[in-house]
């Protein structure tokens, strides 16, 4: 998996799985050394999928 077609808006296409991202959160490390770890993705692009994955989560959570 890579980042989302909406992630391909906050720029170029990063080929690291959005959870890939999610693990290193969670396991407790620092967003810092993700991106030290993978330099083709901005701080900027990682906030922006992280924003997109609260935003589908909670799109999910709220009754239609």
């Known amino acids: 998996m890579i980042w989302s ?5 906050a720029g170029r ?3 690291v799985p959005l959870v890939t991202l999610l693990d290193y959160l969670e396991a407790g490390q620092p967003l810092s050394e993700f991106l030290e770890d993978f330099p083709t993705v901005t701080r900027e692009q990682a906030v922006a999928a992280l924003e997109q994955a609260k ?4 799109a999910r959570a709220r009754p239609a």
Do not use: V
Request: cysteine-free; proline content about 0%.
């Open 5 to 9: 077609a909406g992630w391909r808006k």
């Open 13 to 15: 296409l990063a080929r």
């Open 55 to 58: 935003e589908a989560l909670l």
